[in-house]
């Protein structure tokens, strides 16, 4: 087999199995701040997602609030990356 053949096909594979890990997360205005985070048992706040770790790849997905989502200072972990 021939060097750039290989490359690709290797490529590939690397593409795929990051793509197949990634993880979408939700936050919804009826979820839970105990819970994992997938659409079926979404978080609540924003408190929920600055506490967790992420890996490369992970979405946050927000559905909509009936009202404006009040931000409190709180709410932020300053030492977690979002």
Do not use: H
């Amino acid at each position: 087999m021939n060097t750039t053949l290989t490359r690709t096909i290797l490529s590939a594979l690397a593409l795929v199995s990051s793509i197949a890990t990634a993880a979408d997360f939700y936050v919804a205005p009826t979820g839970n701040d105990s819970n994992p985070g997938p659409q079926e048992r979404p978080w609540k706040s924003l408190a929920a997602v600055s506490g967790r770790a992420f890996a490369p790849g992970d979405s946050c997905c927000w559905r909509r609030w009936p009202q404006s989502m009040p931000l409190q200072a709180e709410d932020f972990n300053v030492n977690t990356p979002f």
